[in-house]
C-alpha cells in the first residue's frame, strides 16, 4: 500500500470548518483514500473513503486532487468532540481474497486535531 | 445497537502469567481482526480471521494466538506476556476484507 504524509498536528476552532490534509503521492490507480479518527481511548472509527470523486456523507467531506497525490478531510462544523487524532490510510480495491496481508488498514502516525472552545 | 464488544476493558496480569482477552460482535462480519496499539502509537495488525480462515502477519510473535470458535467471538491468547507486551488491544470486524472497519473500544494491558 502507498504511503502517506501527515502534519502531526492542527488545531481548529470550536463551529469552524477542520481541513485536514493527506498526502499520498505515490497512490496507485486501484488504492483507495480511506480516513479513520481515534478519540482517546477508543477504537479508530471510519470516517469515509473515496477513490478519485469527491465524498460527503453525515460527517464529513473528502476532496481528492484530480491528480490523485492528496486529498482533505472536511469537517465542516468542528466540534469538541471531534478532537482526535486522524489517519489518512491508502489501501488497494478489493479484487479477491489472498490470505495475510490482504487489504488490512495500515496507520500512519495521523494528525492529531485539537478543536479550542 | 449492532456494535463490537470487548472484554474486559482493562486487564492485569502478571509477567508470564497466560491471558486472554475476549471479543464478541453482533454485526455477523466475516472477518475479524485484532491489533496492537501501544502508547502513542497507531495501531498495527497482528492476525486477522476471513470465516474460520485464520491469517497471521508475518511480524507478529508467536506469543500471540488467536480463536474464533464462531462467528461472533474471537479470542486473543498471549501465552507468555512480557512486559513489552503492555498495550491496548483492538479488535475490528468488518463484512469483507477491504471492507470499512468497526472497532470496539479496546482491552488496555498491563503487565506487572
Known amino acids: 500500500d502507498a504511503k502517506t504524509t501527515q502534519p502531526p498536528s492542527m488545531d481548529c476552532a470550536e463551529g469552524r470548518a477542520a481541513n485536514l490534509p493527506c498526502n499520498h503521492s505515490?497512490?496507485?490507480?486501484?488504492?483507495?483514500v480511506y480516513w479513520y479518527r481515534q478519540i482517546h481511548s477508543q477504537g479508530p472509527q471510519y470516517i469515509i473513503h473515496?477513490?478519485?470523486n469527491n465524498e460527503t456523507n453525515e460527517m464529513a467531506s473528502l476532496i481528492i486532487t484530480e491528480d490523485r497525490k492528496s486529498s482533505t478531510l472536511i469537517l465542516p462544523h468542528a466540534t469538541l468532540r471531534d478532537t482526535a487524532v486522524y489517519y489518512c490510510i491508502v489501501r488497494v480495491a478489493f479484487t479477491g481474497y489472498s490470505g495475510a496481508g490482504s487489504y488490512q488498514l495500515t496507520f500512519g502516525k495521523g494528525t492529531k486535531l485539537s478543536v479550542i472552545p | 445497537d449492532a456494535m463490537v464488544i470487548q472484554n474486559p476493558r482493562y486487564q492485569v496480569t502478571q509477567f508470564g502469567k497466560p491471558v486472554t482477552l475476549s471479543c464478541s460482535q453482533t454485526l455477523n462480519h466475516n472477518v475479524m481482526y485484532w491489533y496492537q496499539q501501544k502508547s502513542s502509537q497507531a495501531p498495527k495488525l497482528l492476525f486477522h480471521?476471513?470465516?474460520?480462515?485464520?491469517?497471521n502477519e508475518a511480524d507478529t510473535p508467536d506469543n500471540f494466538q488467536s480463536r474464533r470458535p464462531n462467528t461472533s467471538f474471537c479470542f486473543l491468547d498471549i501465552r507468555s506476556p512480557g512486559l513489552g507486551d503492555a498495550a491496548m488491544y483492538l479488535c475490528?470486524?468488518?463484512?469483507?476484507?477491504?471492507?470499512?472497519?468497526?472497532f470496539g473500544p479496546g482491552t488496555r494491558l498491563t503487565v506487572l
Open positions: 505515490t497512490i496507485s490507480g486501484n488504492e483507495y
Open positions: 475490528a470486524t468488518s463484512l469483507r476484507p477491504g471492507g470499512e472497519q468497526f
Open positions: 473515496g477513490l478519485k
Open positions: 480471521y476471513y470465516d474460520k480462515d485464520f491469517n
